[in-house]
């Protein structure tokens, strides 16, 4: 293929004429070996993605990753010999192996394994922007194994994902538990957080602390109720007590208003 950034590859990994260093053995090599008996020669040298165009531990994900990792530029390609060439591709069909046998083996684990990669890595994927987007990352040692990934977080219960407990940091062994979808919903960056009596919880917390429904516990904070009484006051108070407690309100802002 006369594509650019092969043909400058080559140029750079050239030492004398017919000869070039391959990067992983950083041996030279013959471009190529006539074959003994015959009139064909063999190439003995092959330029290689250093990112493989298809990650062997995440498998396919679109055409356009794909066309992307495959027109890359030179920073991305290497000059391999045939021996080097080989054994890298063996590794990546090993760890591709594995990838599919860790489905049956892990049904539970790696799926969320994978979809944690995805979204840190792949700007493809629609929530991208709320995790790579945003800076966050797999730490390393996940990225790298996942063998590490569940070792580090043991087998996933029924009915849990995988949650970080600050939503601000990466995904590590230190800041991730397995938890459920409530426990997830109220840790977000888009809960509404409650202080009193020097206990700080969301808004879903503390209705599940004090009985009172959300709405109503939303209603009171929304018509300045102080955060005593919207906790304390029983869960579904009587009409004649909201009424008594709004006069009540009026008064205190009557007697504010004549008193400036």
Not at 81 to 102: L, M, N, Q, S
Not at 149 to 177: A, L, Q, W
């Amino acid at each position: 293929m006369k594509w650019a950034p092969i043909q400058e590859c080559k140029k750079l990994a050239r030492t004398r004429r017919g000869f070039y260093k391959c990067a992983g053995c950083e041996e030279e090599v013959p471009a190529s070996t006539k074959i003994e008996g015959s009139r064909r020669r063999t190439n003995n040298v092959h330029v290689d993605h250093i990112k493989p165009i298809i990650d062997p531990a995440v498998g396919w994900t679109t055409w356009d990753d794909c066309i992307e990792n495959m027109f890359s530029e030179l920073d991305n390609l290497q000059l391999l010999c045939t021996a080097c060439h080989k054994a890298v591709t063996d590794e990546e069909k090993a760890i591709a192996k594995d990838r599919r046998g860790f489905y049956k083996t892990h049904p539970n684990e790696y799926p969320c394994y994978t979809s944690m990669k995805g979204r840190c890595n792949n700007p493809n994927k629609s929530d991208y922007h709320y995790y790579g987007g945003r800076g966050i990352k797999v730490c390393p040692e996940w990225e790298d194994s996942f063998l590490s990934f569940v070792e580090d977080m043991g087998p996933r219960p029924e009915g849990t994902s995988i949650d970080r407990i600050d939503v601000d940091k990466d995904y590590s062994k230190e800041n991730c538990r397995w938890a459920t979808h409530k426990q997830q919903c109220n840790n977000t960056r888009a809960n509404t957080y409650i202080e009193y009596e020097g206990v700080t919880r969301t808004l879903s917390e503390w209705c599940d602390f004090t009985g009172v429904s959300r709405g109503n516990l939303s209603h009171r904070i929304k018509n300045q109720w102080t955060v005593g009484e919207a906790l304390e006051v029983d869960p579904s108070p009587s009409r004649r007590e909201i009424t008594e407690r709004l006069k009540q309100k009026q008064k205190l802002e009557k007697l504010n208003a004549e008193s400036e």
